[in-house]
């Protein structure tokens, strides 16, 4: 067995039936986890960072389980959660696991030497968050999130300094990061588009934000006047190149 789709749920309750002879050849797996499957995959030691060392495509949803369950004194699953498939290049993960997790999200893909697309479809990431991940992760190309946020700021720096900060603290990192997949369709502000710029001041590859169709034309008008200001005009060649990438 090569691929595993049980997006939808899987049918067997904790019978682990379909993971059976399949670790050395499963390539793509998505699976909604219940608590009660999770566990039984966790006693049987299918969860483990070495169980599927072919595994290319994780995408590991939430069911409504899973919340009602307390993982306070059992960091370690969710942790052995986050570790499954560390040789992946493709992986999507719900919020909830990231948030359960005993880690910072930027901490929490250490070992995803390979990870290439990182989807976090239902989270909300700070900018500084986005550029420590991007920066752990030299290969990543491309990330799937609700739009990122300034805040919180950094200690002691304002608006004004965010330039600066970034030029010197960040840049650069990610040489490979090419494209953001805004997964909310809003950006909304100035602020909102801000996250972008400096971002592409740190990350050289970055050209392309996909957004909703119907969010495009007012993000791109809201890029172009963000960059025609004092703050960002100097670097105008750079920022234009977000321009004309915005998928149709």
Not at 100 to 125: C, I, Y
């Amino acid at each position: 067995l090569r691929r595993l789709d049980c997006g939808g749920g899987y049918p067997f309750g904790t019978d682990l039936i379909l993971f059976r002879g399949n670790a050395a050849t499963l390539k793509i797996l998505q699976l909604t986890l219940t608590h009660d499957l999770a566990l039984a995959l966790l006693r049987r030691n299918v969860f483990t960072p070495a169980s599927h060392p072919k595994l290319k495509c994780v995408m590991l949803m939430l069911h409504s389980s899973m919340r009602s369950a307390n993982y306070t004194d059992n960091p370690e699953i969710i942790q052995l959660i986050m570790d499954f498939g560390p040789g992946a290049a493709i992986k999507r993960i719900s919020q909830w696991f990231i948030d359960q997790a005993p880690l910072p999200v930027f901490s929490l893909f250490g070992k995803h030497d390979n990870l290439q697309v990182l989807a976090l479809p239902d989270m909300r990431l700070s900018l500084w968050d986005s550029m420590t991940l991007i920066k752990s992760l030299p290969l990543l190309l491309d990330l799937h999130s609700k739009a990122p946020t300034l805040d919180p700021m950094p200690a002691g720096i304002t608006k004004r300094g965010l330039v600066k900060y970034v030029c010197s603290n960040y840049s650069p990192i990610g040489t490979r990061f090419r494209g953001w997949h805004i997964e909310d369709g809003y950006v909304g502000n100035v602020d909102g588009v801000k996250p972008f710029l400096l971002l592409a001041l740190a990350c050289p590859n970055f050209d392309y934000v996909a957004v909703f169709h119907f969010t495009r034309e007012a993000f791109s008008e809201l890029l172009e006047k963000t960059i025609d200001t004092a703050t960002y005009k100097k670097y105008a060649p750079r920022l234009r190149r977000l321009l004309p990438h915005i998928p149709e």
